[in-house]
T-cell receptor
Framework: DTGVSQDPRHKITKRGQNVTFRCDPI?????LYWYRQTLGQGPEFLTY????????KSRLLSDRFSAERPKGSFSTLEIQRTEQGDSAMYLC?????????????FGPGTRLLVL | AQSVSQHNHHVILSEAASLELGCNYS??????LFWYVQYPGQHLQLLLK??????LVKGIKGFEAEFIKSKFSFNLRKPSVQWSDTAEYFC??????????FGDGTTLTVKP
């Protein structure tokens, strides 16, 4: 399978704990995106990387959230001191930067439940 | 800032009925437009996209969409739906800067 993969697929944690999610993009894709999706809404942009550089972060991304893409390949998203409001599906997407027209390919997501 | 509005939250159709899902966006510059589909238990998949050229674009599974620049719209259509089209449909817009902005989705239920 050469699509975007995410791990874990499901995570249940207690409020106040830290969690880390991993995303493996399609190989040779230089852009990687993180989105969050809650019930009844579309995905909301969190942050994105071009290679290893984090180019943009949403205001939704509080200081408890941090994302890395150290070697320009896989990425991790960490949430510290989780809150119940963090419960959501966290989606990763990757794309190949083009001068015209960029298509993002999505992974299956990590569903987080904070108790 | 970009925004996307999908007018219908839930649409119920019988098989063979025609489908049109509305999508309007707000952004003053050049945009790329997408429709994604999410079947039950599966992840988001690209249905079709518009970057430039012919404003009528055709996608997979018989879907098409028309970009009307003057109306800031990108409506999705299918002449005859099937039970297997039951899914959630998301319209999205991006600029060449990268990130996509999604609508809140339309749940389509097709009755056999």
């Amino acid at each position: 399978d050469t699509g975007v993969s995410q791990d874990p697929r499901h995570k249940i944690t207690k409020r106040g704990q830290n969690v880390t999610f991993r995303c493996d993009p399609i190989s040779e894709h230089n852009r990687l995106y993180w989105y969050r999706q809650t019930l009844g809404q579309g995905p909301e942009f969190l942050t994105y990387f071009q290679n290893e550089a984090q180019l943009e972060k949403s205001r939704l991304l509080s200081d408890r959230f941090s994302a890395e893409r150290p070697k320009g390949s896989f990425s991790t998203l960490e949430i510290q001191r989780t809150e119940q409001g963090d419960s959501a599906m966290y989606l990763c997407a990757s794309s190949l930067d083009r001068s015209l027209g960029e298509t993002q390919y999505f992974g299956p997501g990590t569903r987080l439940l904070v108790l | 800032a970009q925004s996307v509005s999908q007018h219908n939250h839930h649409v119920i159709l019988s098989e063979a009925a025609s489908l049109e899902l509305g999508c309007n966006y707000s952004y003053g510059g050049t945009v790329n437009l997408f429709w994604y589909v999410q079947y039950p238990g599966q992840h988001l998949q690209l249905l079709l996209k518009y970057f430039s050229g012919d404003p009528l674009v055709k996608g997979i599974k018989g879907f098409e969409a028309e970009f009307i620049k003057s109306k800031f719209s990108f409506n999705l259509r299918k002449p005859s739906v099937q039970w297997s089209d039951t899914a959630e449909y998301f319209c999205a817009v991006s600029t060449n800067a990268g990130k996509s902005t999604f609508g809140d989705g339309t749940t389509l239920t097709v009755k056999p």
